[in-house]
């Protein structure tokens, strides 16, 4: 893959997990930080294997999911279920184009990564 094909996809995938993390009022600094870290990791990971870029949404989604479970708790929440808790929704697929999040529990499509905004103002 050309450098510049694989640097459109990191930053459409930076830009799509932030607006997720805006849409969940989440996006303070230091998660900021996260995403950056995700996608510098994504960068070595694609650099690899080219084929596999046009999973580097999805993937950075996953990281910045996993960093905040460390450090933050659940995220995103699924905006589905009312009962038996809060939960956080899944990336689907784990690795392949078009990502979703979706809620395992309701086996259900929430919003494509970056589009949270759109069932958050629901």
Not at 78 to 99: F, M, N, R, S, Y
Not at 103 to 112: E, Y
Request: glycine share 6%; net charge negative; with cysteine.
């Amino acid at each position: 893959m050309e450098l510049n094909s694989l640097e459109q996809e990191l930053h459409t995938a930076r830009a799509l997990v932030m607006a997720d993390l805006v849409a969940g009022d989440v996006a303070e600094a230091r998660i900021v930080s996260m995403v950056e870290d995700a996608v510098a990791h994504r960068r070595w990971w694609a650099e690899q294997w080219p084929e596999g870029a046009s999973f580097v949404t999805g993937l950075v989604a996953q990281d910045v999911q996993d960093a905040l479970l460390e450090q933050y708790g659940r995220w995103p929440l699924c905006p589905v279920c009312t009962e038996g808790g809060p939960h956080a929704l899944d990336v689907e697929p784990e690795l392949g184009p078009d990502p979703h999040w979706v809620c395992t529990k309701a086996t259900v499509s929430v919003a494509r990564v970056g589009a949270l905004a759109e069932v958050f103002r629901r």
